[in-house]
Nanobody
Framework: QEQLVESGGGLVQPGGSLRLSCAASGRTFSSLTMGWFRQAPGKEREFVGASGRSSGNTRYADSVKGRFTISRDNAKNTVYLQMNSLKPEDTAVYYC?????????????????WGQGTQVTVSS
């Protein structure tokens, strides 16, 4: 049984950077595809990006491609979301999630383990 805990959220200026971390407490982290999702006020939760069992297998939403980077350190049971060139539109609660298998899915319904979320606010 995996438990996911996000950290690293906060307030940042437009154009700034922030790195989120998601730490897993279970023993099967390296077998999980890890995704990042976000939910802004009044909006549906949306896909941000995901990583397969290694950092080289990643997918990103068009809205963040080129600005956000997912990496993972399986030895530390941690996945990261590096966010650069942040925009006010990136303001949301960010969640990490895990699913079994190697398929890097964009569908939140295919993820079955979720963290509590961390707030990211991009504002001047």
């Amino acid at each position: 049984q995996e438990q996911l805990v996000e950290s690293g959220g906060g307030l940042v200026q437009p154009g700034g950077s922030l790195r989120l971390s998601c730490a897993a407490s279970g023993r099967t982290f390296s077998s999980l595809t890890m995704g990042w999702f976000r939910q802004a006020p009044g909006k549906e939760r949306e896909f941000v990006g995901a990583s397969g069992r290694s950092s080289g297998n990643t997918r990103y939403a068009d809205s963040v491609k080129g600005r956000f980077t997912i990496s993972r350190d399986n030895a530390k049971n941690t996945v990261y979301l590096q966010m650069n060139s942040l925009k006010p539109e990136d303001t949301a609660v960010y969640y990490c999630a895990g699913r079994l298998g190697s398929r890097v899915s964009t569908n939140l319904n295919e993820y079955d383990t979720w963290g509590q979320g961390t707030q990211v606010t991009v504002s001047s």
